[in-house]
């Protein structure tokens, strides 16, 4: 197939049935074994330990990621020369913790009608808090203990939409910036890059006659303790709802990355919604995406979300790089799907010409771009499939 990089996650009980304590080694033979292959034929693997399969056992001690005893639990991880912590925690904090389509299914919307327990306003960001401590932690033992000798590198990966201002309006460049703080900046990139003082950059979504002081990132300092910032517009908006930092753990979560690995697959349009007061994360940002005059930002793929606007990846390269002062990154995923089609031949299947534009697109707009990326590998269709009751998509 020509792949020089392959990435893939582990199942966090294959390792440890009980969540921690005793190893399974047939399951550290399994990973060994499949590094090792890779390796002897040129490919370079990329694990991610944490893709959203908590074991039931903790899940049950700890009630997922709510509880901060959680947050050791990777200490003692370690991977292959390059590895990724966790995957798409804004991702699985939402679905699992904001709206409950997700394990563990906690939310407390629409009346608790889906979700048995749960807070929508509060226990998303405390997850988010609970992951980056877990995160930072791991990075910090790896540092050092390992890396001296390892020479590895150690990453997250965040999922990001790339979003548009629906008009020039100074309102819509707001809902624009805050729907890409609540992306990018709400749990990781602002707090590992710029905790305690160091501020962002100027909005990118600015021109001279929409810039405000509220659209630059800071992270306020509060006596001992950090607030849980995005930007100004954003900290007003979620307030007392928001954990704090130690200065201890602001210490250990500042600059806690080697790489970001960033998941793109769509754009969006972003258009004020500033009278929504209903306290639930998907809510906070205080945008809604929305079509323009009728039509959608880009054709769509076979999932109702994936819109292809190949010109977004671009301008997310060169946002990462001027707000985030240039970090290494690492596009973890892109892709689209199809609709499944059963009487389709595999010869006909193998002529994927719209595939094939679809990522000659991105690659241009990813070249065209400002940011320097050090390697770019495309979802695969069975990468989640382990999440999923049935395959209703080819996805790659």
């Excluded at 991702?91 to 904001?98: R, S």
């Excluded at 969006?268 to 919604?273: I, L, R, S, T």
């Excluded at 292809?308 to 985030?324: D, S, T």
Aim: hydrophobic letters at 40%.
């Amino acid at each position: 197939m020509g792949m020089d990089a392959y990435r893939f996650s582990i199942a966090w009980s294959r390792i440890f049935p009980n969540g921690s304590g005793e190893i399974n080694q047939a399951g550290v033979d399994h990973y060994n074994n499949l590094i090792n292959a890779l390796l002897a034929n040129g490919i370079e693997p990329y694990l991610t330990f944490y893709h959203w399969d908590l074991p039931q056992a903790l899940a049950d001690k700890y009630k997922g990621w709510l509880d901060p005893q959680i947050i050791d639990m990777l200490s003692e991880v370690r991977g292959p020369s390059d590895w990724i912590t966790f995957n798409e925690p804004h991702t699985f904090a939402i679905q699992g913790y904001d709206v409950g389509i997700q394990a563990p299914g906690r939310c407390s919307i629409f009346l608790r009608l889906f979700c048995r327990a749960g807070n929508s306003a509060t226990e998303p960001y405390i997850i988010g808090h609970h992951v980056l401590l877990s995160h930072a932690t791991a990075f910090d033992i790896y540092r050092k203990k390992y890396k001296r000798k390892q020479h590895g590198s150690v990453g997250i990966t965040l999922n990001v939409i790339w979003f548009e201002p629906m008009t020039d309006s100074n309102k819509d460049f707001e809902a624009a910036q805050r729907a890409q703080d609540f992306q990018s900046g709400w749990t990781f990139l602002e707090q590992q890059l710029f905790l305690f003082g160091i501020n962002a950059p100027g909005n990118v979504f600015s021109t001279d006659t929409h810039y405000s002081v509220l659209h630059q990132c800071y992270i306020t300092v509060f006596g001992t303790t950090v607030l849980w910032g995005i930007s100004k517009l954003n900290e007003s908006r979620v307030g007392r709802r928001l954990p704090t930092f130690s200065r201890a753990e602001a210490a250990l979560v500042k600059g806690s990355l080697d790489f970001v690995g960033i998941n793109h697959y769509t754009t969006y349009y972003a258009k004020d919604n500033s009278t929504d007061i209903i306290d639930l994360l998907l809510n906070d940002t205080l945008a809604d995406p929305a079509w323009k005059h009728g039509k959608a930002i880009g054709e769509r793929a076979s999932s109702i979300w994936l819109y292809i606007v190949p010109e977004g990846i671009r301008k997310l390269m060169n946002y990462i790089k001027l707000k985030y002062r240039n970090p290494t990154v690492i596009i973890t995923e892109n892709g689209m799907d199809d609709a499944n089609n059963p009487l389709i031949s595999i010869k006909k299947a193998l002529m994927d010409q719209k595939r094939i534009k679809y990522h000659n697109d991105y690659l241009t707009n990813l070249l065209a771009s400002i940011k320097y990326v050090i390697n770019y590998l495309i979802m695969a269709e069975n990468s989640s499939n382990q999440l999923r009751t049935r395959l209703n998509h080819s996805h790659t």
